[in-house]
């Protein structure tokens, strides 16, 4: 991961000049209360977080992770960055008003874990700010993806082409409250909440 890390800002930065900047930007603005950024990489929403925020910052990839002190270090919010895994989140239950995740549940290893691990941290009435590209609906692009999967994934640093998000958070206790599509449905900009009754979470 070395050299993906190193790498890493110049490859996002065309992609986050073009959309994803702003998207950050809008994203992490509502975060509120106790706050927790899951494989915050290089830092790249440090910038954006409220000066009244209380931040801590988990990268399980030291690279990224050391790139990102200098972010850390100028951020007007009170980050702190941390070693740690979204499928093992180090946390007691119901620690974080909000979790922010960008462009990351396309990396973890173990997607249904992480969502699940993400919904245990939160508070009942807390919420999950989501920021990630998704597997197309429509069966030419999906396909497509679907087959491109395992070389992207090799090329860039683990990220899934074919991973349906939205699926996984609405089987393991999310419901969107707020939510924008871009790039032909590519990308998704979400707010969600856990669901209340157990019934509607898969275990396991």
Same mark, same amino acid.
């Given at each position: 991961?070395? $050299? ?14 073009? $959309?994803?900047? @702003? ?6 603005? +509502? ?6 950024? $899951? ?7 440090? /910038? ?7 931040? #801590? ?24 960055? /941390? /070693?740690?895994?979204? @499928?093992?989140?180090?946390? /007691? ?8 995740? #960008? ?5 973890? %290893?173990? +997607?249904?874990?992480?969502?699940? %691990? ?8 807390? #919420? ?18 679907? +087959?491109?999967?395992?070389?992207? @994934? ?11 998000? %939205?699926?996984?958070? %609405?089987?393991?206790?999310? @419901? ?29």
């Amino acid at each position: 991961m070395a $050299i993906f890390a190193k790498v890493y800002d110049f490859i996002m930065q065309p992609a986050d000049q073009l $959309i994803v900047k @702003e998207l950050r930007k809008r994203l992490v603005n +509502q975060a509120a209360g106790r706050v927790l950024e $899951i494989g915050s990489g290089t830092g790249l929403n440090f /910038a954006y977080y409220p000066s009244d925020l209380q931040v #801590t910052a988990l990268e399980p990839d030291d690279d990224l992770r050391n790139q990102s002190l200098s972010r850390m270090i100028k951020a007007d919010a009170d980050v702190s960055v /941390a /070693a740690g895994k979204a @499928e093992e989140l180090p946390f /007691a239950s119901a620690s974080f008003d909000t979790v922010v995740c #960008t462009l990351v549940l396309c990396t973890v %290893e173990n +997607q249904p874990r992480a969502v699940r %691990e993400i919904r245990r941290v939160l508070k009942p009435e807390g #919420t999950l700010l989501l920021l990630e590209h998704v597997l197309p609906e429509d069966k030419v692009r999906k396909y497509v993806f679907t +087959q491109a999967a395992p070389v992207w @994934e090799k090329m860039c640093g683990g990220c899934r082409l074919d991973r349906p998000t %939205e699926k996984v958070l %609405e089987t393991y206790g999310f @419901e969107p409250v707020s939510k924008r599509t871009f790039a032909r449905g590519l990308v998704v900009e979400m707010a969600a909440k856990p669901v209340t009754k157990l019934s509607q979470v898969k275990s396991g």
